[in-house]
C-alpha cells in the first residue's frame, strides 16, 4: 500500500502566470543547487506528443533531468548503497495545466524506488474534492495536506526573509504583502476585479521497498515534499517582479542558457543548497 498525499498549493497568481513562475523559478534555483561535482543536469527538455491510455494524444514540453546529489541523501541509505549509484533521473511531461513527474533510480533500486507526482493547477482556492478523478479506494488513502505558503511554519535553517511572502510586495504586479488572512481575503465576491489566485493540486505518491525501511523512507519522502513545496513557493512568490510579463519564448531562452551554466558550474566550487536530514 503507498501513501498517496495531495498537497494543495495555494497561491496569489493566475493559472496562466504560474506557468511562466514555475518555469523561471525552476531554472533559477536549480542554479543554486549546483556545484562541487553535484547538482543538476539538464539532458532534454523538447516538445512532445503521446498517446494516452484513452485514446487522445496529448502534448507538452518533456524533459529529462540527472540528479546528482551525493550529499543529500540520508547517512545510513550512504552506508548501504554503492557509491555512484546515488543520482535520480526526474523524467516530466509538462501538458499544462497537467504535468506529471518521475524521479526513480535507475542504476540501483530499478522499480523499488518511484516518486510520482500528478500536478493539477486551477483556478480556485483549493476546495476542489477531486481533481485528480481518484477511484473510491484511491479517496479513501489519500491524505490531503493544504500550504498556506505565507503563515505555515518554516523551519529556522530554511527561513529567508527575502523569500517571506508576509513581508514581500510586488511592484510590478501590486500585489502583497500576504498577511494572516489573506487566503480569505481572495475569496470572490469580496474584490471587483476578481483578484489573481490558483491552486497547484500535487498527487504524490512515493514507493520505497529496501529491507525494513519501507514505512520509514515513505513517510520521510512525503515529509520533505512538504518542505519542498513550501519553500520552493515562498520562493516563487517572492520572485514575482522577475517574471512578471515574460513570456514562453523569453522563458525557453532562459532555459537553454541556464542548461549551459549548470554544465559549467557543476564541476566547480563546493557543494551548494538545500540539505536534507536522516529520518528518525
Ligand atoms: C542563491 O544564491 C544567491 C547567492 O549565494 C543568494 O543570494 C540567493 O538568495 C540564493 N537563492 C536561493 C533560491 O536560495
Ligand atoms: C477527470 O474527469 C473529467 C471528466 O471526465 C475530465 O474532464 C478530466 O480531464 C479528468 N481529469 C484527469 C486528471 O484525468
Known amino acids: 500500500r503507498m501513501l498517496l498525499k495531495e498537497f494543495r498549493v495555494i497561491l496569489p497568481l493566475t493559472v496562466e ?13 536549480s542554479k543554486n543547487e549546483t556545484g562541487g561535482g553535484e547538482g543538476i543536469q539538464v539532458l532534454n527538455n523538447e516538445p512532445y506528443t503521446k ?10 514540453q518533456y524533459t529529462n533531468k540527472e540528479y546528482h546529489f551525493a550529499s543529500r541523501v540520508p547517512g545510513f541509505i550512504r552506508l548501504l548503497a554503492p557509491r555512484g549509484s546515488l543520482s535520480a533521473s526526474e523524467r516530466a511531461w509538462n501538458a499544462y495545466p497537467y504535468c506529471k513527474t518521475e524521479f526513480k533510480n535507475p542504476d540501483y533500486m530499478k522499480d523499488d524506488f518511484e ?42 535553517s530554511d527561513y529567508q526573509e527575502e523569500f517571506d ?13 500576504f498577511g494572516p488572512n489573506w487566503i480569505e481575503k481572495l475569496r470572490p465576491g469580496e474584490n471587483i476585479p476578481r483578484p489573481a489566485y490558483m491552486c497547484a493540486y500535487k498527487l504524490v505518491s512515493v514507493k520505497f521497498k529496501w529491507f525494513g525501511f519501507q514505512n520509514r523512507i515513505e513517510k520521510f519522502i512525503q515529509g520533505q515534499e512538504r518542505r ?50 536522516d529520518p528518525s
Open 165 to 177: 511572502p508576509s513581508k514581500f510586495r510586488s511592484k510590478k504586479a501590486e500585489r502583497g504583502p
Open 228 to 277: 519542498l513545496f513550501t519553500n520552493f513557493h515562498r520562493q516563487v512568490v517572492c520572485w514575482m517582479d522577475n517574471y512578471h510579463g515574460l513570456t514562453m519564448v523569453d522563458i525557453r531562452r532562459i532555459e537553454d542558457e541556464i542548461k549551459e551554466e549548470l554544465d559549467r558550474i557543476r564541476s566547480q566550487g563546493s557543494i551548494r543548497g538545500t540539505k536534507v536530514d
Open 17 to 29: 502566470e504560474y506557468q511562466i513562475a514555475q518555469l523561471w523559478s525552476v531554472a533559477e534555483a
Open 115 to 156: 516518486i510520482v507526482i500528478r500536478s493539477i493547477h486551477k483556478d480556485d482556492l483549493g476546495d476542489s474534492e477531486n481533481v485528480h478523478n481518484l477511484s473510491a479506494k484511491e479517496l479513501k488513502e489519500r491524505e490531503v495536506i493544504t500550504i498556506d505558503i505565507a503563515n505555515d511554519p518554516v523551519r529556522p
Open 51 to 60: 498517446k494516452l491510455d484513452d485514446g487522445t494524444m496529448e502534448s507538452g
